[in-house]
């Protein structure tokens, strides 16, 4: 069965530090993708990355950078030099390849960064 | 931009009422979904549609119904609220196959009284 933890319900941070937030997840298939979200206050889901399962690359986006890493199931998703608009609650989600394009998410952890 | 509209932000409703929750996408997407999303819980699949006219259960279908007439529309329905139905509703639609991201309306925040 498919399952994507975060442990982390909520971290705090202050302006200018790092984060890592975690996300692990199960799969039985070969084939799958791998996601994270943000939804700031406002309410909506925001995409931010995309990954399949033979795709083990870091990638990194300005100040966010993904490391997935298939020996551990984990897809961490780190940003540098928090700012107080990072705060949100972020998603990790998960689907295999070849099924419905359903997603199955995680429940999320709440970043928090203040100024 | 993709566009997901939803009908309202806030809907209070009374136990037993017909509740209609719509959602319109302007990408011309094959997939509709909508989701339920509670704290502690993250999001939980209700159903989603692959096509006009077609329909899948998804986690929790208990209680809600769905109805997908043109492709654009996805329209969610409670036939009868119940207080443990007050949640926040989310929609997503996403192009078909290999899995794509979806993306979400702004939500509409339901209270049943």
């Known amino acids: 069965a498919q399952k994507v933890t975060q442990a982390q319900t909520e971290i705090s941070v202050v302006e200018k530090e790092d984060v890592t937030l975690d996300c692990v997840y199960e799969?039985?298939?070969?084939?799958?993708?791998l996601f994270w979200y943000k939804q700031p206050p406002s309410g909506e889901l925001v995409f931010l990355i995309r990954?399949?399962?033979?795709?083990?690359q870091n990638e990194i986006s300005g100040r966010y950078s993904w490391n997935f890493q298939k020996s551990t199931s984990s897809f961490n998703f780190t940003i540098t030099a928090s700012q107080v608009v990072d705060s949100a609650v972020y998603f990790c989600?998960?689907?295999?390849?070849?099924?419905?394009?359903?997603?199955?998410f995680g429940t999320g952890t709440r970043l928090q960064v203040f100024p | 931009d993709v566009k997901v509209t939803q009908s309202s932000r806030y809907l209070v409703k009374r136990t037993g009422e017909k509740v209609f929750l719509e959602c319109v996408q302007d990408?011309?997407?094959?997939?509709m979904f909508w989701y339920r999303q509670d704290p502690g819980l993250g999001l939980r699949l209700i159903y989603f549609?692959?096509?006009?006219?077609?329909?899948e259960k998804g986690d929790i279908p208990e209680g809600y119904s769905v109805s997908r007439e043109k492709k654009e529309r996805f329209s969610l329905i409670l036939e009868s609220a119940s207080t443990n139905q007050t949640s926040m509703y989310l929609c997503?639609?996403?192009?078909?196959?290999?899995?794509?991201?979806?993306?979400f309306g702004p939500g509409t925040r339901l209270t049943v009284t």
């Open positions: 989600a998960l689907s295999e390849a070849g099924g419905t394009d359903k997603l199955i």
């Open positions: 990954r399949n399962s033979f795709d083990e």
């Open positions: 549609s692959y096509d006009v006219k077609m329909k």
């Open positions: 997503a639609s996403s192009f078909a196959g290999n899995p794509y991201e979806q993306y």
């Open positions: 990408m011309d997407h094959e997939n």
């Open positions: 799969t039985r298939d070969t084939t799958y993708y």
